[in-house]
């Protein structure tokens, strides 16, 4: 069992930046590849990006590519998002979660963090 809290959302203007930070209980962190995904009002969620539990593999949306960075610190079991040039369509909701292994299914996931971009 993995308890994910998400952290770091907030209000920001159009060109902005934010860290999301989302700490892991348990022992097994590294058992983990872990994502974060958005999902806005009236829309589907969608993944954002994904980091390997060594953190040497990233996948990354189009949308966010080059903007948005996923890391990992597993001394300190937390995984982040760091999001510069943010727009107003990446308002949304933003939840992190933990996939087993290599495992496509997300077996945990956060409470969600909310994130406003005002233009």
């Known amino acids: 069992q993995v308890q994910l809290v998400e952290s770091g959302g907030g209000l920001v203007t159009a060109g902005g930046s934010l860290r999301l930070s989302c700490a892991a209980s348990?022992?097994?962190?590294?058992?983990?590849?872990m994502g974060w995904f958005r999902q806005a009002p009236g829309k589907e969620r969608e993944i954002v990006a994904r980091?390997?539990?060594?953190?040497?593999?990233?996948y990354y949306a189009d949308s966010v590519k080059g903007r948005f960075t996923i890391s990992r610190d597993n001394a300190k079991n937390t995984v982040y998002l760091q999001m510069n040039s943010l727009k107003p369509e990446d308002t949304a909701v933003y939840y992190c979660?933990?996939?087993?292994?290599?495992?496509?299914?997300?077996?945990?996931w956060g409470q969600g963090t909310q994130v406003t971009v005002s233009s």
């Open positions: 980091i390997s539990w060594d953190g040497l593999y990233t």
């Open positions: 348990g022992r097994t962190f590294t058992s983990y590849a």
């Open positions: 979660a933990a996939a087993i292994g290599n495992r496509v299914e997300y077996a945990y």
